[in-house]
């Protein structure tokens, strides 16, 4: 069973650019959310897709956006880049509703 | 608004000094209770989901029990391997968005 992946795994970008950050869900999960974690805080809920469609949104401005894919990964694009966008963002999967949300390693963003 | 609250921050244990940890919550609704562990730098392993008042769940050297308005983790014996950050966040509503606290940063000497 392969888990959750995330790619890149660490990115640096300058103020005012775009960033996409990618995600491969475990086998035979459906839904992907994101979060936002900045150093020593808990990771903040930014959005869920369940089967394509976006499933809630937490507190966070349109220039994050996203997508999941048929087969289920998903992207998340940060536009308009500012420097409280640097952090380490998760994607975790999950089989819909209320189940466990399996984490990914993280790609660290560092904006300059 | 869903409010987690970890404690404490930080917790320096001597190997084999058994602790608990808590997570206290004010939610509308809880459809779960969801304890991670966090290695720096990577992301969090699911560990414990509890979902009623009175439910207990054991791993290892870890137990945790959920009450209406808080929830522990036991940590027994607990070894230099056990030295991490242990978050807990909640589930309410109908996405499966997690409400986490601040964590607790464990740290475990021989």
């Known amino acids: 069973e392969t888990g959750v992946t995330q790619s890149p795994t660490h990115l640096i970008k300058t103020r005012g650019q775009q960033v996409t950050l990618r995600c491969s869900s475990q086998s035979g999960h459906n839904t992907v959310s994101w979060y936002q974690q900045a150093l020593g805080q808990g990771p903040q809920f930014i959005f869920q897709y369940y089967r394509e469609e976006e499933n809630g949104r937490g507190n966070f401005p349109p220039r994050f956006s996203g997508l999941q894919f048929p087969n289920y990964s998903s992207e998340l694009n940060v536009n308009a880049l500012e420097l409280d966008d640097s952090a380490l963002y998760l994607c975790?999967?999950?089989?819909?509703?209320?189940?466990?949300?399996?984490f990914g390693p993280g790609t660290r963003l560092t904006v300059l | 608004e869903d409010q987690v609250t970890q404690s404490p921050e930080a917790l320096r244990l001597q190997e084999g000094e058994s602790s608990s940890l808590n997570c206290s919550y004010t939610?509308?609704?809880?459809?779960?209770l969801f304890w991670y562990r966090q290695d720096p730098g990577k992301g969090p392993e699911f560990l414990f989901t509890?979902?009623?008042a009175g439910e207990e769940k054991e791993k290892e050297r870890l137990k945790a029990t959920l009450t209406k308005k808080e929830s522990f983790l036991h940590i027994t014996a607990p070894k230099p391997e056990d030295s991490a950050t242990y978050l807990c966040?909640?589930?309410?509503?109908?996405?499966?968005?997690?409400?986490f606290g601040t964590g607790t940063r464990l740290q475990v000497t021989l």
């Open positions: 939610v509308s609704g809880l459809r779960g």
């Open positions: 975790a999967s999950s089989l819909g509703g209320m189940d466990e949300q399996f």
């Open positions: 509890l979902y009623s």
């Open positions: 966040a909640v589930g309410t509503g109908t996405a499966s968005k997690l409400t």
